[in-house]
């Protein structure tokens, strides 16, 4: 039998190309390889502020550009944390088991407190233990992340420890699986990581004239001030973005361009708008198709949890029984 992976994605809108190539690429890529459980988490999500007006049309446009990027719910199962209340009962649990101390000393603890500082919540505390519940509740032994959750990882496979030694070895020990990091950056300003934070993405769904203005007026290599400077691919971004949408011939053929100053900056971006459109026009089309059959989505979520509900329901008599709660 395959190994269960778990992952959790925040339902927090804009997905774009560098949650695209850092993380759901990479979940996509490990359908084969094992038994995938992807949670849209908006139980996560709550800890920080939002409108509670616009969550529904959040968890359906993560759920529906995930399942257009090639999280396709025939081959793993998708849905969302709140539509299986064992998440939050196991998260008790757990938290009776875990340190404050070890909460409190997080790294992404003490950074979203910072941006809190008016009031912090008990649930941005609490968030790595609700995330332990996510992945242990399936017992689940791999987790793709990135370098910023391992931590996380750590204290979820320290609380599975500690659970296991005080009421019998129930829980595996999940490992992370690191996605190389693909550093995406602004086009606006390369030294700038593209975030949402930061407004300098590109968004999955945005329309082609849009994402090729960004593109068009992107930064390269400084040092090429001119169009009869030769460049240096290494220098400049829009190079770097050649790697992930271009094939090989382009690549030789931008590197060797720009090195000998035969092509411009604005050919080679012209060629790499062409190929990231033949990625991202079919993303936008498919999810947007599936937007405008919101029930199609919902009901594919459904089915997810109904087969979560399952697996976590025999989990939990188990944990509860070995706590003596049944
Ligand atoms: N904390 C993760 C993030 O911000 C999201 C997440 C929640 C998660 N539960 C999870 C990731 C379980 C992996 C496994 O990216």
Not at 296 to 303: A, K, P, S, T
Request: charged share 25%; proline share 5%; aromatic share 6%.
């Amino acid at each position: 039998m395959a190994k269960r992976l778990f992952s959790g994605i925040q339902p927090s809108g804009d997905i774009h190309i560098g949650n695209y190539l850092g993380a759901i690429r990479n979940w996509v890529s490990l359908i084969p390889e094992y038994e995938c459980i992807y949670c849209v988490v908006d139980y996560h999500a709550i800890t920080m502020f939002y409108e509670p007006a616009e969550m529904q049309e959040l968890i359906l446009n993560a759920a529906a550009v995930n399942i257009a990027c090639g999280i396709d719910p025939e081959k793993c199962t998708l849905f969302v944390q709140s539509h299986v209340p064992e998440h939050t009962e196991l998260a008790w649990i757990l938290n009776t088991v875990t340190p404050l101390g070890d909460l409190q000393r997080m790294t992404q603890f003490k950074e979203k407190a910072k941006q809190q500082e008016a009031s912090v919540n008990a649930g941005l505390l609490n968030y790595p233990v609700l995330m332990a519940a996510d992945i242990l509740l399936y017992k689940g032994e791999a987790v793709p992340v990135g370098e910023d959750q391992v931590q996380h990882l750590e204290i979820t496979r320290e609380i599975a420890r500690r659970f296991n030694t005080r009421y019998g070895k129930i829980f595996p020990e999940p490992q992370e699986r690191l996605t190389k990091a693909a550093r995406i950056m602004g086009l606006d300003d390369p030294s700038k990581k593209m975030s949402k934070s930061v407004g300098n993405t590109i968004g999955l769904l945005e329309d082609p004239e849009s994402i090729w203005e960004k593109v068009r007026t992107g930064v390269t290599d400084p040092a090429r001030k001119r169009r009869s400077d030769p460049g240096n691919p290494k220098k400049c971004n829009i190079f770097h973005l050649h790697q992930y949408f271009s094939n090989q011939d382009d690549i030789k053929h931008v590197d060797k361009g720009c090195r000998s100053a035969s092509i411009g900056c604005l050919d080679c971006k012209k060629i790499l708008f062409e190929r990231m459109m033949a990625t991202l026009n079919p993303i936008r089309e498919h999810s947007l198709e599936l937007m405008s059959k919101p029930g199609q989505v919902w009901n594919i979520l459904r089915r997810g949890a109904e087969h979560c509900s399952k697996i976590a329901a025999a989990n939990m008599k188990e944990v509860k029984k070995a706590m003596g709660l049944l």
